[in-house]
């Protein structure tokens, strides 16, 4: 009975038309051209990798497609147990036809063939969009990046700032800034200026957000303005080497910055916390970042009572810190709950997670999920998952526990799948 | 079946009688006289607030009870997922004879006069005890509280120290201690002394516990006397502006103390582990705190070591903290798991810590839950809720994992519930 | 059905014959001789002292075995909702046919007898193996150990180093290592050929891992050579009286040294890493230790990079850690999710982090369990209770949520309990 129940109500969810708050899509190049686009997420090269699969032979330079695809398929049965593994199978079914439950040395090859062949249809992205369902999806785009050349109602702009806040001591970037702003970044009034111009050329863009991830170390104070400039200088002249005070410094002055300026244009300002880069530097590419889950939302206690009028949709990375996210959710009216993020999003800590968050925090207050994909085939699979978990949970909870309708346990399904998307990021009611 | 079983089990365990081991009743008001005393409950403004009703329409001055309800039911809607609000469903359904599903503008104000009818009752609040068949309710008493004009067997006093171990430095609680206590306060033997005075009068009238709730930094150690009284004399002079040092050691010595007089009178020491407080200032009355989860029990080594007489029923704020509880509560005789405090209140937490708990601490060491409640009928929906989930985590866990029977598993949830209440607080064996 | 399920996937993963990858037991000794070697397993010592009885009743000199067991059983009642007294429970009636439900006064001594007659017999730590299912036992040897006398091949050595890396200041342990190793200790340079003359013993006698248990403040790093030197000889000079930093650099270097000798003799590196020892020192025997949750794998960074040639299978005390390790194990080749241990071993904590291990690590990197045991008695119920809950989470979250076929599902099973105890420890692909 609990299982047919799952069943309608993941039916009813599956049903819905998406917008993907968060993803790393190339509007140029949205979906993927051959299966070496899927199989080299780092989800997979990663795991491989951990499995005993040389960097040498994933990341040999000039390596031809379908070699790449062939030389993983024959290290993938390690991780065939991994949800990430489940994915690639149900990308395989959905979009190609494939029939078998395992991808092997023996049946790859027809795969991928298969695949070629719809993904060079013209409109390839655009068929991915409709069997997924999906309206729009939100980037992550460089603060230099033109945002021309594609449809911004489809491929929504986000302002990500890692770059800004954590790496303004190198050359490239304050080269980029510079010419990205026009403005020639001297002090802290210039630098306020220059960032201001990225706003400007963002939301004139359609953007929808600022973003940025966090490491579990930073927290957020403001910086008083003589010691900013100071700061600044000091950067402005030694680069990464200036010592590590002045560099913190320009970098709160920074994200301080940010935030003010998305209380000025109504940008809501996403947040991903918890996450040390290169902590395996000698990993893939994208398979070296891990974590420190001592990481407390009190760091940002000054952040969310300076900005009360800013919304800070938040991804965390450790469970661990899951409940602090429902509290601070449930108690500050500008903090908002956003999706399962990179190691939380396998489905024991996204049940765990997630039903904490639904009995607790305000329905209008929890933004269920985003895909972080970087080709546009992983909605589906990675939704599914998501929608899967969600419909046992509302069967198991609320249906079962609490006495709810089918009707109401939906309603709560769609509102945190779609219309909270709304809410926090178009500004509907 | 495992519905039919849930059913079964929480029958039998509904059908106790309880005493509740710590809320906030008001022993000269233990129940409601509106509507507005339920709803006027932090956890609905609070939320309300959180889902984006301003503080000035629910805490405006004068403000008549029933256009506060009026304002909050307006506001309600955003919260109906949550556990809360299931909460004050049940109260209207179980002593009001609501039966709908959603309070709302169109449903409120037949419930509220309803509700003021029969609050008016002149035995009301025995009426609520009746009903939701709690025969004591263990109280929050201010240090300095008479204690007169009520039945201390029903409403046992609970000498509330948070004051005298954070808040000497005021002008206010040093009055307040040197009246009640008829003692001037100079130094660590008369501060001493003022503080036995209360212990003296706590347990003349009945009082079963001493209690404090703790912030995530506090670390408790025996302070030296002659450093103490130079602390106390700084905070005399000084007030809450004396060096955090000196506090500290003030708050240290007066800790260390409470523990003292707990052991000389046989008091159980309750602690409540983990809030900051005010970390929103700008939110509604009682919605203002909230917790860095990065605390340990390790913190209480030295004091758990000191006082073996000393029983202390802990609880944590956060569900991240309850391993260590349990493992604790397994090891130091002394230590003994309470409740399911606040953030940690919503099923979800419940579940998984009360399961954690139940199968690795002795079956006698456990105090399953308590209110919490500022209004007598609040203890009926949330004991409910727990009652239910402690269903669950039987039948799920004890009779088809582990193949108990019926009987067997309720009654360790007797134990828990009741039979634990009588050991350690009653010295019952 | 699902319960069906369940009993059939247990009864696929209870056929196997399995190797115990971590144990204390002692192979001169390995099965019990009496009851008293039972309920004297600190579980019970601990829990049963936790629960009021005076250590002085158990731990009196020259006390009777008999009499031991019959003080414990008088004070068990209160822990008999524990997972680990279902554990003495199936004992008695699997290996000596007892038939109750509960160990009492009054029945405890036929049990005694029963036992005792069984225990006596020759070849008992043979029978319980063979009804075990278990082919061999790894072992927990001092570094001194001469490692003769037993069968190698069913007994395997492994070396515990704890004594070395943080009591080389007690002079008892530096004369036991030139002794073993026929050197005399004076500095960096003597103290590295001291430590290899002890791997090289230990590898020519079939050892098969390096293991140590961590403080939660442990963060292992390379010490400079000049500065090992230095610090050596304060530790010689002063012993245990040496200041902090320069034991901390011994620590670190014998750490570090013995990561060298693992990666030149192909040690796997066990660490079990979070446990403060003698947090209640007035705790029974072995029943003193408890933690500090607060511990990351961020500090083990250096170390995972530095050595990627060897295997580190990892156990962590807190369950809240256990993300990290899946993630990690995620990320890094070297890194190896290790058994569920201690205060982590038991069924709610077991269920989550192995749930949330076998969706997202490779399954040729997760050892899926280890008895931990002191008597070989205690493998047939440990194990037992970790292929239940394995086989419920194979069952709920594979069969039925994703779909798996049984087969399958067994396989991975299989994999995990026994296929990678031999990759990992015997080196097979």
Known sequence: MSQALRTRLFDELDALTLIDPHTHINPHAPAASTLADILGYHYYTELAHSAGMAKERIEEPGLDPKEKVGRLVERLAPLDNTIQYSWLIEIAQRFFGFTDEYLTPANWEQLYDTAVTKMRQPDWSRQVLAQTKLEAVFLTNDFDDPLEGFDTQVYVPCLRTDDLVFHLGKETVRQRLEKASATTVRDASTLRTAIGTLFQHFTSHGARACAISLPPDFSPCKVDPREADAAIQAVLRSGTAADDDQRRRVSN????????????????????????????????????????????LIQYRELFNAFPQVVFPIS??????????????????????????????????????????????????????????????????????????????????????????????????????????????????
């Open 253 to 296: 002055f920074v994200f301080w910055t940010l935030a003010e300026y998305c209380a000025e244009f109504e940008l809501p300002f996403d947040l991903m916390i918890g996450v040390n880069r290169a902590v395996y530097p000698a990993g893939v590419y994208q398979g070296q970042d891990l974590y420190d889950s001592r990481v407390s």
């Open 316 to 429: 965390v990375l450790a469970s661990v810190t899951n409940q602090e996210l429902a509290s601070y959710s449930w108690i500050f009216p500008n903090v908002v709950t956003h999706g399962h993020w990179w190691y939380s999003n396998t489905p024991t800590f996204i049940e765990h997670d997630a039903a904490a968050r639904l009995e607790a925090v305000p329905r209008t207050k929890q933004i269920a999920y985003y895909s972080d994909m970087y080709k546009l085939e992983f909605a589906l699979p990675k939704f599914a998952m998501y929608k899967r978990i969600l419909a046992k949970i509302l069967a198991q909870r609320y249906c079962i526990d609490r006495g709810w309708s089918e009707e109401r346990a939906v309603a709560l399904g769609r509102e945190t799948l779609r219309g909270n998307v709304e809410r926090v990021f178009y500004g509907q009611k």
